[in-house]
């Protein structure tokens, strides 16, 4: 059966009230027609040295944001004593609430470590960023704001069933009718940035970016290492695209890594060259391993947040390197209203410099959150599938001072719950609602979509969308991921890693999906690692 769209607009008024950052912990990324959101897991310190777990390293980061040690925000609704993540809510508590975010770090990062031969810290791995890695065909909404589509299919578990919640940014235009970019580069050049695949990878990216920005696009290029320096003051590209290009090449890593000295110095030089009537945006690539100045993260987050009331700039964060700091880069983009992505190869790199920044920096949605209403008389439980930091208090969903995420065109973002269906359930399944601010106007806007329980395919393998089961064996591998971790409980009816691997290269071989081909590769790598 078909997807259900049924769309309601509603115009809200409403003064809008000073922002106040509520971040997660964690990574992503940003995405063009690749399905971003991003979202966060919790904290973890745990570092391995090759023995032991296996795990790949998950360098120790101070928490900051309000966090408590165990990545949960104070005053969250955590896990409480004897509780696990990810436990099923209870009755009567049919609503589900967050904030968007169209990161995608995770993912990537999850495939760099298994081609590495370790597996993934549990704390790396958010299975919204692998689902919002995938495209996916949602209806698109001709002006800014959200299409809404729900849709689902029955699993192998008992009652169980996948609905997907999907929400759609109006389709990218072209480059000469986006806004002018103005766009600081804070580059780390530490000595750790020397390894193959960091600062030459960025150099490469750079290189070919400066032939495909407007002439009317202005950067600036901000190195840290111990101390940081302002390479290239703001420039107009116009006639100037050769002092970029040498300002590129001159960059050599050296020393240790003062984050905090590149951001603080990253901000100023934004600041200073802040043009009005342009995206201003920082653009942080490193491997987040702070390890000289502050380090504490408060330091560093206040200063973001402060920039980006003040001035509204805000953070694009590229993570690199086999051992990076996952969880501080998250936090920086999540105070800075931004978005967070990771690299590993020239072709990753390329795209996310030459492709989706310049043609992405525009924005079509402020503090943007769902929320999802499941309907008591059909449905018996429900967990929502990641999102562990950016969920938001039911009663705050239409408060327009809490927090939510900044969304651009041509993104997707993909909610996805495991839900138990009461048996013989019929009529009304669940209403998905998405609520925003206009990004110049601040005027809040909603966009709703109902389900009907009639409207689950019968099988999710043999009768469902595409899109849905891509999303399914993203989410599903990350849950076979994190099962290490007691913090989290696996979900209901998931295949095991081998089945997994199957109908990924099914559906890879099917539709001839390069990206689907990848995660299929890391699955079966994953399948020789896991017990």
């Not at 570092?47 to 790949?56: E, F, L, R, W």
């Not at 669940?430 to 925003?436: D, L, Q």
Request: net charge negative; charged share 30%; glycine share 10%.
């Amino acid at each position: 059966m078909e997807r259900t769209r049924i769309h309601r607009t509603r115009r809200l008024q409403g003064t809008l009230i000073a922002l106040t950052a509520a971040s997660g912990l964690l990574l992503t990324g940003c995405g063009g027609d690749t399905d971003d959101s991003g979202q966060s897991s919790k904290a973890d310190s745990r570092q391995d040295s090759g023995g032991g777990s296996g795990y790949a390293p998950a360098p120790a980061q101070s928490n900051g944001s309000g966090e408590q040690q165990d990545g949960r925000l104070n005053g969250d609704q955590g896990d409480t004593e004897g509780e696990r993540e990810g436990d099923f809510a209870p009755s009567p508590d049919y609503l589900s609430t967050f904030a968007l975010d169209v990161d995608t770090a995770s993912y990537g990062y999850a495939r760099r470590t298994l081609a590495d031969g370790h597996r993934p810290d549990p704390s790396t791995v958010r299975p919204e960023e692998f689902v919002n890695s995938f495209r996916q065909d949602y209806e698109r909404p001709e002006g800014n704001g959200f299409s809404v589509t729900v849709d689902g299919a029955r699993t192998n578990g008992e009652d169980w069933s996948l609905v997907r919640v999907g929400l759609a940014t109006r389709a990218a235009e072209g480059d000469s009718k986006r806004p002018p970019a103005a766009l600081t580069f804070v580059i780390d050049v530490s000595g750790s940035m020397s390894e193959p695949g960091r600062l030459d990878l960025a150099q490469d990216a750079l290189r070919t970016m400066t032939n495909r920005l407007r002439d009317d696009d202005s950067v600036a290029i901000v190195t840290f290492s111990d101390e940081a320096e302002t390479v290239l003051p703001m420039t107009r590209l116009d006639n100037n695209r050769g002092e970029l290009r040498e300002a590129v090449d001159s960059l050599e890593p050296t020393d240790s890594t003062n984050l905090a000295a590149g951001v603080e110095t990253g901000y100023e030089t934004a600041v200073e060259g802040l043009r009005k009537g342009a995206t201003n945006r920082v653009v942080l690539l490193s491997d987040a391993l702070a390890n000289t100045g502050s380090t504490d993260a408060d330091t560093i987050l206040e200063r973001i947040a402060s920039e980006r009331r003040e001035h509204g700039i805000t953070l694009f964060g590229v993570g690199v390197g086999s051992d990076y700091g996952d969880a501080l880069m998250e936090q920086l983009a999540d105070r800075g209203d931004g978005h967070t992505t990771y690299v590993s190869t020239e072709e990753e790199a390329e795209k996310v410099f030459c492709e989706e920044l310049p043609r992405h920096v525009d924005l079509t949605a402020r503090d943007a959150k769902a929320q999802v209403s499941f309907d008591p008389q059909t449905v018996a439980e429900f967990r929502l599938i990641g999102y562990d930091n950016r969920q938001v208090a039911d009663e705050d969903f239409r408060d327009d001072r809490v927090d939510g995420g900044e969304v651009g065109p041509g993104h997707t973002a993909t909610a996805l719950y495991a839900v138990r269906t009461k048996p013989g359930a019929e009529g009304h399944l669940a209403t998905a609602t998405v609520r925003w601010l206009d990004p110049d106007s601040r005027t809040p806007h909603e966009e709703s979509a109902d389900m009907e329980a009639s409207s689950l395919h019968g099988d999710l393998w043999a009768a469902s969308p595409y899109g849905l089961q891509v999303a399914a064996v993203a989410a599903y591998f990350a849950d076979s991921l994190r099962q290490s971790d007691a913090r989290w409980s696996g979900l209901p009816g998931r295949p095991s890693i081998s089945e997994l691997s199957y109908h990924a290269h099914d559906l890879a071989r099917d539709h001839e999906d390069k990206d689907v081909y990848d995660l299929a590769d890391a699955i079966e790598t994953a399948d020789g690692m896991l017990p």
